[in-house]
């Protein structure tokens, strides 16, 4: 199995730019979560997605960020307009419904590191 | 709701000290447990979970974590750190009575020195 694929692995824009992030999460996983790593704030969950379906978006920091899951094998999280502030690593996970031994458990993309300048 | 305690921040040891790190839920129902590593630069790796049954888990690397259910804890333990040990560790908790996401602690930065 490929894992939960991430890209790009590092993306760096200027302030005001769009970004978008991809997350292609692991085959039959029918849910899809974005986290965002800081140092300052850990890690903070964003949004997640139950069969393409936006469940919970409140950790969404504000209306510049939006994101997408058109179908079972991709998504995006897109940053518009880009700030300084938004700089951070963004991970994508995946997982089943819960059922037996792996339930619960989150299989982790490798990130995607934003720098905004 | 639902949350994850984990009591140090930050943890120095030497090479061949042993390790416990703290972990407390507040969630009282059915819970499953685990504990993920971060290593410098990469993502984070599952290191051990509890589903039921023993509560003394075992996982990779020399890890084990006991779960006492009446203290809601879940430590992490090594009886001998290694230098290559250092990373950061992340306790997390799922409530099974419904389809949630998994709750992470804020994390516990371990520095092994040689």
């Known amino acids: 199995d490929a894992g939960v694929i991430q890209s790009p692995r590092h993306e760096v824009t200027e302030m005001g730019q769009e970004v978008t992030l991809r997350c292609k999460p692991i085959s039959g996983h029918d849910y899809l979560f974005w986290y965002r790593q800081t140092m300052m704030r850990g890690l903070e969950l964003l949004i997640y997605f139950n069969n393409n379906v936006p469940i919970d978006d409140s950790g969404m920091p504000e209306d510049r960020f939006s994101a997408k899951m058109p179908n079972a094998s991709f998504s995006t999280l897109k940053i518009q307009p880009s700030e300084p502030r938004d700089s951070a690593v963004y991970f994508c996970?995946?997982?089943?419904?819960?059922?037996?031994?792996?339930?619960?458990?989150?299989?982790f993309g490798e990130g995607s590191r934003l720098t905004v300048l | 709701a639902q949350s994850v305690s984990q009591h140090n921040h930050h943890v120095i040891l030497s090479e061949a000290a042993s390790l416990e790190l703290g972990c407390n839920y507040s969630y009282g129902g059915t819970v499953n447990l685990f504990w993920y590593v971060q290593y410098p630069g990469q993502h984070l790796q599952l290191l051990l979970k509890y589903f039921s049954g023993d509560p003394l888990v075992k996982g990779i690397k020399g890890f084990e974590a006991e779960f006492i259910k009446s203290k809601f804890s879940f430590n992490l333990r090594k009886p001998s750190v290694q230098w290559s040990d250092t990373a950061e560790y992340f306790c997390?908790?799922?409530?099974?009575?419904?389809?949630?996401?998994?709750?992470f602690g804020k994390g516990t930065r371990l520095s092994v020195i040689a």
């Open positions: 996970a995946s997982r089943k419904t819960h059922a037996g031994d792996s339930s619960g458990e989150l299989f």
């Open positions: 997390a908790v799922i409530n099974l009575s419904g389809n949630t996401p998994l709750v």
